[in-house]
């Protein structure tokens, strides 16, 4: 119950197409769901975040989409770019607590 | 300002030495955390400090691993007689006052092979 499923492992676009990454998660209880982007020998940073209240938060190119009742969360790159090379982990938390159960990652290379 | 510093960024250690893991978090910030990141997967959770208190170390994944922020700020994650499996890299990250859903910003990272 306490995993976050993340798909695909690894995802190769084209410059100015759409990056798709989903992850899955069981335990109804998280309430918070940040995405982090990693670079090769940096920490992550946190990218964008969403709360189950909304369906939908867009930041710049970034969007996320939750589906609460499939327990579901993807994140959307549009006109993805080379610079957008990175790995990318989503992450869940729940209500009173201060760590996150991060998913597996997707490994994201755009092509120029 | 200058964010979360992380010493050394690389440490190679002969199995059953003791190692020492340095996290000089961002000014100011009153919530610290360890993550461990194994090769090819997410950070994994060990322990979180708010000031010098260690709130939560359920992560440490066995005795050896010892956590301390004895003034509220730098902290300093130790590994006694390191094993194998303990290569990983080792992630700080602090925040602000607050939960999990305040932004944690993490550091560098340490890397520890283990031989």
């Known amino acids: 119950q306490q995993q976050v499923k993340q798909s695909p492992q690894s995802l190769i676009v084209q410059k100015g197409g759409i990056s798709i990454i989903n992850c899955a998660y069981e335990?109804?209880?998280?309430?918070?769901f940040p995405w982090y982007q990693q670079f090769p020998g940096k920490g992550p940073a946190l990218l964008i975040a969403i709360r189950p209240d909304v369906s939908e938060k867009k930041e710049g190119r970034f969007t996320i989409s939750f589906n609460k009742s499939a327990k579901q969360f993807s994140l959307h790159i549009m006109d993805s770019q080379p610079g957008d090379s990175a790995t990318y982990f989503c992450a869940a938390s729940r209500p009173g607590t201060y760590k996150y159960i991060f998913g597996t990652g997707t490994r994201l290379k755009v092509l120029a | 300002g200058a964010g979360v510093s992380q010493s050394p960024r690389y440490k190679v250690a002969k199995r059953g030495q003791d190692v020492a893991l340095r996290c000089d978090p961002i000014s100011g910030h009153v919530s610290l955390f360890w993550y461990q990141q194994a090769l090819g997967q997410g950070p994994e959770f060990l322990t979180y400090?708010?000031?010098?208190?260690?709130?939560?170390k359920s992560g440490l994944p066995s005795d050896r691993f010892f956590a301390e922020r004895p003034e509220g700020s730098v902290s300093t994650l130790k590994i006694q007689r390191t094993q194998q499996e303990d290569s990983a890299v080792y992630l700080c990250a602090s925040s602000e006052l607050g939960g999990a859903q305040k932004t944690q910003y993490f550091g560098p990272g340490t890397r520890l092979l283990v031989l």
């Open positions: 400090f708010q000031n010098e208190a260690q709130l939560d």
């Open positions: 335990n109804t209880a998280f309430d918070y």
